[in-house]
């Protein structure tokens, strides 16, 4: 014949207050609730950050500075270039500034509202003795977080890069602008570097591009250019042009931050629940085999029917 149902005795472990079993489950029911706190003790029981990956939205502020390095007459003579986009500091270079011609665009290639890249074009006209054999840039941006904590800072897109190839006449790089933190955003409230990053008031005596780049370095929040291998183009000796362009892409970036405390009781709830739901179905295991096998003394009482769910009622044939 076919089993059409089966059903359980209902067997009940009784003991006295004070007694081994009695103690027993207790001491489990404790543990089932403190080894969780013991396991996530020696573990990250309390967070001390937390990471998020975000695509920065990122502007291009409309300031740069930009340094040739080289040679000029019969290559013994050094020759600096340096020109900005703030018609004022360029007036402190006057010796070396020259007339650049720059253009840019900013490109949002898949419509999120926020810039991919920023192509530039500069050219700087040359006469037939210079050459360039060194280039010093440096661009000016906006850059914001906005998904897991609100951030604001001006950060630079630093650039040095040289070749030995004689007479170059141009440049490409291309490569990523990446986030690199020494501490830890404060997720509890906004955050803003208004200091300029990009100090357009100094003088051409106390200028140093080493200066530039140091003060910078110097902010614990800022930016990195990663470009890739400098592309340089050489040709013939003439008064053509210095042609300087590229691509500085505005890449996803892994952020580090300091959770609120609200963010650190949910994780640290969800943490211990867990563990509390795997301690305790392990306990609840154990508890029954060693009262199961008699390992503990109990008076044991079975149902002289088999048990059926809370108010149903047993089939009458």
Same mark, same amino acid.
């Given at each position: 014949?076919?089993i059409?149902r089966?059903? &359980?005795f209902l %067997?009940r472990h009784?003991?006295p207050?004070?007694?081994p079993?009695?103690?027993?489950?207790a001491?489990?029911?404790v543990?089932?609730?403190?080894? &969780?706190?013991?396991?996530?003790?020696?573990?990250s029981?309390?967070?001390?950050?937390?990471?998020?990956?975000? $695509?920065?939205?990122?502007?291009?502020?409309?300031?740069?500075?930009?340094l040739?390095?080289?040679?000029?007459?019969?290559?013994?003579?050094?020759l600096?270039?340096?020109?900005?986009t703030?018609?004022?500091?360029n007036?402190?270079?006057?010796l070396? #500034?020259?007339?650049?011609?720059?253009e840019?665009a900013?490109?949002?290639?898949d419509?999120d509202g %926020?810039?991919?890249?920023?192509?530039?074009?500069?050219t700087v006209?040359?006469t037939?003795?210079?050459?360039?054999?060194? *280039?010093y840039?440096?661009? #000016?941006? $906006?850059?914001?977080?906005?998904?897991?904590? $609100?951030?604001?800072?001006?950060?630079?897109?630093?650039?040095?890069?040289?070749?030995? +190839? &004689?007479s170059?006449t141009?440049?490409y790089?291309?490569?990523?602008?990446?986030?690199t933190?020494?501490?830890?955003? +404060?997720?509890?409230?906004?955050?803003?570097?208004?200091t300029?990053?990009?100090?357009?008031?100094?003088?051409?005596? #106390?200028?140093?591009?080493?200066a530039?780049?140091? +003060?910078?370095?110097?902010?614990d929040v800022?930016? *990195? !250019?990663?470009?890739s291998t400098?592309i340089?183009?050489?040709?013939?000796?003439?008064a053509?042009p210095?042609? !300087?362009?590229?691509?500085?892409?505005?890449?996803?970036?892994t952020?580090?931050?300091s &959770?609120?405390?609200?963010? *650190?009781? %949910?994780?640290?709830?969800?943490?211990?629940?867990v563990l509390?739901?795997?301690?305790?179905?392990v306990?609840?295991?154990?508890?029954? +085999?060693?009262?199961?096998?008699?390992?503990?003394?109990?008076?044991?009482r079975?149902?002289?029917?088999?048990?059926?769910?809370?108010g149903? %009622?047993e089939?009458?044939?």
């Open positions: 014949m076919p059409l089966e059903d &359980p %067997k009784y003991a207050c004070f007694s079993a009695t103690a027993l489950a001491i489990l029911a543990a089932s609730i403190g080894l &969780p706190y013991v396991i996530l003790a020696f573990g029981f309390w967070p001390a950050f937390g990471t998020f990956v975000e $695509q920065p939205r990122v502007a291009y502020e409309g300031q740069m500075v930009l040739l390095a080289g040679t000029t007459g019969a290559a013994t003579t050094p600096s270039i340096m020109w900005s703030d018609a004022n500091y007036a402190n270079f006057a070396s #500034s020259r007339v650049v011609t720059l840019t900013e490109i949002d290639v419509g %926020k810039n991919d890249y920023l192509n530039f074009n500069i006209p040359l037939s003795s210079e050459q360039v054999a060194h *280039v840039a440096a661009f #000016s941006f $906006q850059y914001g977080l906005s998904s897991q904590l $609100q951030f604001q800072m001006q950060s630079l897109a630093l650039l040095s890069t040289s070749t030995p +190839s &004689p170059p141009a440049l790089i291309d490569g990523d602008l990446a986030l933190q020494r501490v830890l955003l +404060s997720s509890s409230n906004k955050l803003a570097y208004d300029p990053a990009l100090d357009l008031t100094s003088t051409a005596a #106390s200028f140093t591009w080493e530039l780049v140091a +003060s910078y370095a110097d902010r800022r930016t *990195v !250019f990663n470009p400098p340089w183009t050489s040709g013939a000796v003439s053509a210095f042609v !300087f362009t590229g691509r500085i892409r505005y890449a996803q970036t952020v580090t931050y &959770p609120s405390t609200a963010e *650190v009781v %949910k994780q640290v709830w969800v943490e211990y629940v509390f739901a795997g301690v305790a179905i306990l609840r295991w154990v508890l029954g +085999s060693l009262l199961r096998s008699g390992a503990v003394r109990t008076s044991l079975i149902d002289r029917v088999p048990r059926v769910g809370a149903a %009622k089939h009458v044939f």
